[in-house]
């Protein structure tokens, strides 16, 4: 037992003490509460404590509205005011961009207007039958029948998926605007489905070990004026609202008549955004699943502007003209390949498009663009409400 005031938040919504000079993190706790803790892991340079008691509690401290929250660690912001997660994001962002020199403007704010029951997507682990999320940093599960991040139609049928008779494996829920729904599972078991076991649910497709066993393997999302196909293990922001306003911003930067190219262009919903304004659009993807996506998803929203490359980016570019007036690039959490940097590098076109949702391989790859490009304009998106994570729009344009 030791007792440790907080100073700050770190990187991931963790307090920060200090316990005789040594930096402490403790999850679940606000500046200026005074906390007994007890250490559950020591490294040379920082020590992992566990809260025991609260001797002095933040006037900003919420109670969480989830009875998991302490253990199951899916998000860890909700002890904070919504307004105070915000601020917090914000604060972190400014803070990874100053210590790594890059000048910015003032980072603009897309709060979500639904901090609750968001999420299109769930992705839970079942063992011996309980179906939940590991605990925290541990291989632990903890068992639940509903996430109020999740959106309500998954929690519906959440509370009936122990009807599936899975003892152990992998259950993804996914839900579209209709709020109907594709069913993922993976699992050595035999499981039993029968559509009629669930009427209040809309399954439109349940795919097992990546086969096909109920309707069919994608569904159909209407968002911003747009119709997309997506399959069942098809990249898709998990934010409904939050994506839709990403849309907004993404056409108000695309000019009439322009060429653009569209990397990591997954089922085309960005290409397709941008293809309502500009000449061109280049889409390259190398996920062949995707793809088809891609090609079936602009013939249905009748975009015949859109040429689309199945493969290595450096590769086709060596097919498509190199001149570009914008770029767009939604990588994964790793951030952009030195060979796909050096393809911007050597583009110079005069706009790239930059959306991440991981701020640390961002700001790595910004400091290579910096020393051609300049942040225009920088959003920060509440896409993941109450957690530590966020999503950043990036316009930069060529000095």
């Known amino acids: 037992m030791a007792k440790i005031k907080i100073e ?6 963790r307090g920060i003490g200090y316990l005789e000079n040594k930096v402490t993190f403790v999850e679940n706790t606000l500046p200026e509460e005074i906390v007994d803790i007890s250490i559950i892991k020591e490294y040379k340079k920082y020590n992992l404590g566990k809260v025991n008691q609260y001797e002095l509690i933040s006037s900003k401290r919420k109670t969480p509205i989830c009875p998991y929250y302490k253990k199951c660690g899916g998000c860890q912001l909700q002890h904070m005011d919504y307004k105070d997660t915000i601020f917090y994001k914000k604060e972190k962002l400014e803070n990874i961009l100053t210590k790594n020199y890059i000048n910015f403007p003032e980072i603009s704010i897309v709060e979500n207007d639904k901090p609750f029951y968001y999420r299109n997507k769930l992705s839970l682990k079942i063992e011996n039958s309980k179906i939940g999320f590991y605990e925290e940093k541990t291989h632990d599960l ?18 009936q998926a122990k009807k599936l008779q899975i003892k152990n494996g992998f259950l993804t829920i996914r839900s579209n605007h209709n709020d109907e ?34 309707g069919t393997p994608f569904y159909y999302e209407r968002i911003y004026h747009c119709l997309f196909k997506i399959s069942y293990d098809a990249f898709f922001q998990v934010n409904y609202e939050i994506t839709k306003k990403m849309f907004e911003l993404l056409e ?49 929203n009748q975009q015949s502007n859109i040429s689309t490359f199945l493969g290595d980016a450096k590769e086709i570019l060596k097919k498509i003209p190199l001149h570009f007036d914008t770029i ?9 390949d030195k060979k796909e940097l ?55 344009k060529k000095k």
């Open 181 to 214: 729904l594709l069913i993922i599972i993976k699992t050595q078991d035999s499981i039993h489905f029968l559509i009629n076991d669930y009427p209040e649910n809309k399954i439109v497709g349940v795919v097992l070990n990546d086969k096909t066993i109920f």
């Open 142 to 159: 903890i068992e639940i029948d509903h996430c109020f991040l999740a959106k309500k139609s998954i929690n519906k049928f959440l509370k």
């Open 252 to 300: 108000a930067e695309i000019k009439k008549k322009s060429k653009v190219l569209d990397l990591y262009a997954g089922v085309g919903t960005l290409g397709i955004i941008a293809s309502k304004k500009a000449q061109k659009v280049y889409s390259v993807e190398i996920v062949k699943n995707a793809v088809l996506d891609n090609i079936e998803n602009k013939k249905i």
């Open 8 to 13: 700050r938040l770190d990187y991931f919504g």
């Open 328 to 336: 767009i690039v939604d990588p994964p959490r790793k951030g952009l």
């Open 342 to 396: 050096e393809i911007l590098l050597k583009s110079h076109t005069s706009q790239i498009i930059y959306i991440s949702c991981n701020p640390l391989t961002l700001v790595r790859d910004l400091k290579q663009l910096n020393s051609l490009y300049k942040i225009e304009k920088y959003y920060l998106l509440d896409m993941f409400s109450y957690t530590y994570h966020l999503e950043s729009f990036v316009v930069l």
